[in-house]
C-alpha cells in the first residue's frame, strides 16, 4: 500500500537551514505530482509546495517563496524540502502528500516531521 | 488567492446528533472542495472529495454538498470517533491550494 515516511525535522536557529526527505512506496513515484503541507502547532493547516511528476514546474506558497526548494529524485522515490533563512514561523509538523489519479486532493499523508525553529 | 472560510469554529455535539459544518469560498470553486478528518498528533484524513464523493472506506454517515461558494459535510449521526477537528479545502486553483481554518467538534 502508499507509504509517506517523512524524516529531516528538528531545532534550529533562526536563520538557518534544514533538509526534509519524503520516502515514497507502495505506487510508482515517477508519476505523481507530490505537495508539502504544514501544521504549526495548535493551527490549520497550510499548503506549501508542490512539484509536478517529473519535476519540471514547482509551485509555492507566498510565505515561503524564495527561502524554500523542493525537488524529488525519482531514481530514490524521495521527495525533498529545502528550507532556508528559517523563521520562527515556520515552526510546525511538515506533511508529504499524495493525489489520487486525476483527482485533487491529498489521498495520502505521512506521518509529518516537526520543525522547531527557535534560539 | 481564494479564501475558504468555516463555520463554526467549534461545535459541542452528542453522541447520534446531526451535524453541518459549511464552508464558504471567496469566490466560486465550482465542485473543486474537500473534507478532512484530523484527530490529534495525526495526520489528516480524505472523508469528501470534489464537495460530494465519498472516499472509499470513509462511513456513509458523512456525506457532502454544494458547488459554487458554498459547502456542507454532514455527520447523520455522530459517533464517538467522530470528534475531531475537521477541514476543508479547495482545489480550484490547484496546485496553490488553500484550507479552512477548521471546525472542532467536541463532546457535550
Known amino acids: 500500500q502508499v507509504q509517506l515516511v517523512e524524516s529531516g525535522g528538528g531545532v534550529v536557529q533562526p536563520g538557518g537551514s534544514l533538509r526534509l526527505s519524503c520516502a515514497a512506496s507502495?505506487?510508482?513515484?515517477?508519476?505523481?505530482?507530490m505537495h508539502w503541507v504544514r501544521q504549526a502547532p495548535g493551527k490549520g493547516l497550510e499548503w506549501v509546495a508542490f512539484?509536478?511528476?517529473?519535476?519540471?514546474?514547482?509551485y509555492y506558497a507566498d510565505s515561503v517563496k524564495g527561502r524554500f526548494t523542493i525537488s524529488r529524485d525519482n531514481s530514490k522515490n524521495t521527495l525533498y524540502l529545502q528550507m532556508n533563512s528559517l523563521r520562527a514561523e515556520d515552526t510546525a509538523v511538515y506533511y508529504c502528500?499524495?493525489?489520487?489519479?486525476?483527482?485533487?486532493?491529498?489521498?495520502?499523508w505521512g506521518q509529518g516531521t516537526l520543525v522547531t525553529v527557535s534560539s | 488567492d481564494i479564501q475558504m472560510t468555516q463555520s463554526p469554529s467549534s461545535l459541542s455535539a452528542s453522541v447520534g446528533d446531526r451535524v453541518t459544518i459549511t464552508c464558504r469560498a471567496s469566490?466560486?470553486?465550482?465542485?473543486?472542495l474537500n473534507w478532512y478528518q484530523q484527530k490529534p498528533g495525526k495526520a489528516p484524513k480524505l472523508l469528501i472529495y470534489?464537495?460530494?464523493s465519498l472516499q472509499s472506506g470513509v462511513p456513509s454517515r458523512f456525506s457532502g454538498s454544494g458547488s459554487g461558494t458554498d459547502f456542507t459535510l454532514t455527520i447523520s449521526s455522530l459517533q464517538p470517533e467522530d470528534f475531531a477537528t475537521y477541514y476543508c479545502?479547495?482545489?480550484?486553483?490547484?496546485?496553490?491550494?488553500?484550507f479552512g481554518q477548521g471546525t472542532r467538534l467536541e463532546i457535550k
Open positions: 470534489a464537495a460530494s
Open positions: 502528500a499524495k493525489p489520487p489519479p486525476r483527482v485533487k486532493c491529498f489521498q495520502h
Open positions: 507502495g505506487f510508482t513515484f515517477s508519476s505523481y505530482g
Open positions: 479545502q479547495q482545489s480550484y486553483s490547484t496546485p496553490s491550494i488553500t
Open positions: 469566490q466560486s470553486i465550482s465542485s473543486y
Open positions: 512539484i509536478r511528476y517529473d519535476g519540471s514546474n514547482k
